[in-house]
């Protein structure tokens, strides 16, 4: 399916129609996506009370924060928003970013709390290509039928949104780095930028600005 196809929003399942479903299985609410080419965008800081949600940034760059950490990320990275979570993100205004989100309802997964994708400490973004692939390839799917709305689509949503989870669970799974603490998360945005921008010119003054840290704590990060 061409990117140029995907729309902004499909509704799966309504609100009124997710009251008659049973409450102890998920279901895919919507699945959007957003093209933000134009400048740059910022969402406000939001949460859904009862939708966990994973979110593929398909092209660009940006920062995204949930829960209050702040994350540097790129076109490949996978971020799972947990409901309640607080969470919005920024994209980078000299580049187009676009992101493809699925919305999942009545989520109960063994040992984590409902509606969490993950436990609140460990880190929510992954960039594991093969993962990222597979799931593009399944809410592109989940879009095509949303789209058609024929007799059935909510059933075939229903199937690849599962699939969608056994994909999140095994990339979960197979991460090495687990627990994030304030530092850990720190450092890791700040690793992945200068991995990312490692042609440019970079300074512990400039790399302070961008993360809002003095230089004296960024030095004693990176020691």
Not at 141 to 167: I, N, T
Not at 189 to 201: F, Q, T
Request: charged share 25%; net charge negative; hydrophobic share 40%.
């Amino acid at each position: 399916m061409r990117e140029a196809e995907l729309n902004r929003q499909r509704v799966v399942f309504t609100p009124q129609e997710a009251a008659h479903l049973p409450q102890d299985r998920p279901y895919a609410a919507y699945i959007c996506h957003y093209d933000w080419a134009e400048g740059e965008h910022a969402t406000l800081m939001h949460c859904h009370e009862r939708l966990a949600e994973v979110l593929l940034i398909l092209k660009g760059s940006g920062r995204y924060t949930v829960d209050l950490r702040r994350y540097e990320v790129a076109a490949g990275d996978v971020v799972l928003c947990s409901g309640g979570a607080l969470h919005d993100e920024f994209p980078q205004a000299d580049q187009p970013y676009q992101t493809l989100c699925v919305a999942i309802g009545n989520l109960a997964l063994a040992d984590l709390p409902p509606y969490s994708l993950l436990s609140p400490d460990r880190c929510p973004l992954f960039h594991q290509p093969e993962q990222f692939a597979d799931l593009k390839e399944l809410f592109c799917l989940m879009d095509r039928y949303a789209a058609e709305r024929e007799p059935g689509f909510q059933e075939l949503c229903q199937h690849l949104m599962l699939a969608s989870l056994e994909l999140v669970r095994r990339m979960a799974a197979g991460r090495k780095e687990d627990l994030v603490t304030r530092e850990d998360s720190t450092f890791g945005r700040v690793a992945r930028y200068i991995d990312r921008h490692y042609a440019e010119d970079l300074s512990i003054e400039q790399l302070a600005r961008q993360f809002y840290l003095s230089p004296y704590h960024l030095s004693h990060i990176f020691r």
